[in-house]
């Protein structure tokens, strides 16, 4: 008598067991490629040195309607900024001379902080206008330059040289 009840209690075991659910781990979803920008991150390259480009292109920042400073950082060539509300990183960086670059040219690009690409129309719209007022504001910024290197030439040369003696006048 007892055999029955061990295999009827096994039985009514096993049928329990088939009818709780486990739970499962989903299975993670299949990885998805992220989609090509639609535009390219907007750029353009001019010849001139990295450190007047980068100042000329901060001293058309300050003037332009819509523009607030986050930070800047000289030796990064970079300027952290809003455009209408927009956060945007405009960037400065010399090319390597080479056998197709043979004069100092320096490429602007703006972007994003999280470089994402670049799709707002306002940022190309900065680039176009930074790209030109570049021109005559690097005339500017390179006439400024050569005016203090001329002016702190003169104060050398003035510490150099003692000062005259005055003779006196005779009447």
């Known amino acids: 008598m007892r055999t029955p009840s061990v295999v009827s209690t096994c039985c009514l075991a096993l049928a329990l067991c088939a ?15 992220a989609p090509a920008p639609e535009t390219v991150r907007p750029e353009f390259a001019i010849e001139a040195g990295d450190n007047d480009t980068w100042n000329a292109v ?6 332009t309607p819509g ?11 970079l ?9 945007l990183i405009i960037l ?13 040219t320096t490429v602007v690009t ?12 306002g940022a190309s719209e900065l ?17 400024r330059f050569a005016a203090e290197k001329q002016a702190k030439e003169k104060t050398k040369a003035r510490k150099r040289t003692p000062p005259r003696k005055k003779r006196k006048r005779s009447n």
Do not use: F, M, N
Not at 19 to 33: I, M, S
Not at 94 to 100: F, G, R
Not at 127 to 143: G, N
């Open 58 to 63: 901060g001293q058309i920042l300050v003037r």
């Open 79 to 87: 300027y952290a900024i809003h455009y209408r509300g927009e956060p």
């Open 110 to 121: 703006v972007t994003t902080p999280k470089d994402r690409p670049v799709d707002y129309h």
């Open 127 to 143: 680039l176009a206008a930074i790209e030109l007022a570049l021109p005559a504001e690097l005339e500017s910024v390179r006439a």
């Open 67 to 77: 523009v607030t400073y986050d930070g800047r950082a000289q030796k990064l060539g």
């Open 19 to 33: 009818c709780v659910r486990t739970p499962r781990t989903p299975a993670p979803p299949p990885p998805v490629a």
């Open 92 to 104: 400065t960086r010399a090319l390597p001379l080479s056998d197709t670059i043979t004069r100092t």
